[in-house]
């Protein structure tokens, strides 16, 4: 029996804008985000406080943060690699903070510079401080279902990173397929080990469609329980520190197969629509969702 309604986070101002070549003006990102606001979407993660040469296209975060209309029922959430990005994080008025890490060892070191027990210690500070600020904290573990660099990835070690990062007082773990390789008999047993432990209400499911596989990934983890997906206005996405990784599931895309499946969201599909036109408009370049692109001229 599939759940009833599904909570979408978009993530499309950060996952999506990160790895766009064409960098956007603050501006556009406001408006976007604005956009976003109007949709029904009760969370959007707006930006991230990494190192500016890391990602140069999230530079300007404090000055997006500083620039949306925000709406109270809305959760304005900031990606968060340290103390450093915490504290540019909350004196933007981040609702909530974002910790991320790797299950692989290699793509820790490339995307932070970090073993995966530093980047631990990293999540635990961050985590510690944030509640202490009075954020709630969510956590993402990347390269569950496969590394650019390792191949595959060991559940254990997947399975011991949520055991700490729910010890540290994080309130949800999204998993993520961060270069797009999970398929659908996967998803199964990987949820299936999770579930053993964790209860399913405090995962999230982070699909990467490099292979089209999103909505199928999505399909089989509403068949485990899973009630919240991020996902990304248009399809935009991918990590610049993991090679082939593309576009995010499309929130477009999901909120279709989701409605058209009697599963409630709170998105309203005809302003998704017009945010997703708008944020073509800005890039230059076509969007990869199928359902926008085959509704786009209506
Ligand atoms: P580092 O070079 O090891 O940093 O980078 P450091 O701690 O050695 O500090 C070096 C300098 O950076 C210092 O300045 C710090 O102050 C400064 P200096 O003293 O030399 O003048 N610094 C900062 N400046 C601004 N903001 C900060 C910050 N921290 C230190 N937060 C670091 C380490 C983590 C900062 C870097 O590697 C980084 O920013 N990485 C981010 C990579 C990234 O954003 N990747 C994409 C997001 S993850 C993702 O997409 C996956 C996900 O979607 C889920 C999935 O799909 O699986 C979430
Ligand atoms: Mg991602």
């Known amino acids: 029996k599939l759940p009833a309604s599904v909570t979408i986070k978009e993530v499309g ?35 991230s406080f990494v190192h500016p040469k890391w990602i140069p296209a999230l530079a300007d975060a ?28 909350l004196s933007a008025g981040a609702d909530e903070v974002n910790v991320f890490l790797s299950a692989s060892e290699a793509h820790s070191r490339k995307n932070i510079n970090k073993s995966i027990a530093e980047a631990v210690q990293a999540v635990k500070e961050v985590t510690q401080q944030g509640l202490a600020a009075g954020k709630q904290v969510r956590g993402y573990i ?25 010890s540290f007082g994080i309130y949800e773990i999204s998993v993520g397929d961060t270069i797009g390789v999970a398929n659908p008999q996967q998803v199964e047993l990987v949820l299936e080990r999770l579930l053993r432990s964790f209860p399913a209400g405090q995962f999230a499911m982070h699909f990467h469609n490099t292979y089209g596989m999103a909505l199928a990934n999505v399909l089989k983890s509403l068949e485990a329980g899973i009630t919240v997906y991020d996902s990304s206005c248009g399809g935009l996405g991918g990590c610049p520190y993991a090679p082939g990784a593309s576009g995010n599931a499309a929130t477009n895309d999901l909120v279709h197969m989701l409605h058209k499946m009697g599963i409630q969201t709170q998105v309203d599909e005809d302003k998704l629509l017009g945010a997703s036109r708008l944020i073509e408009q800005k890039l230059e370049a076509a969007l990869p969702s199928h359902v926008y692109q085959a509704r786009k001229h209506q």
Do not use: H, M
């Open 13 to 47: 101002p950060r996952d999506g804008l990160q790895n766009e070549k064409r960098i956007l003006p603050a501006a556009d990102k406001i408006a976007w985000v604005n956009r976003l606001s109007d949709t029904g979407l009760s969370y959007i993660e707006v930006s």
């Open 62 to 89: 404090a000055e997006v943060f500083a620039g949306i209309e925000r709406k109270p029922d809305v959760t304005y959430a900031a990606l968060v690699p340290n103390l450093n990005g915490l504290e540019r994080a």
């Open 142 to 166: 990347s390269t569950v279902f496969g590394c650019p660099y390792e191949g595959a990835v060991a559940l254990d070690t997947v399975e011991r990173l949520c055991e700490e990062l729910f």
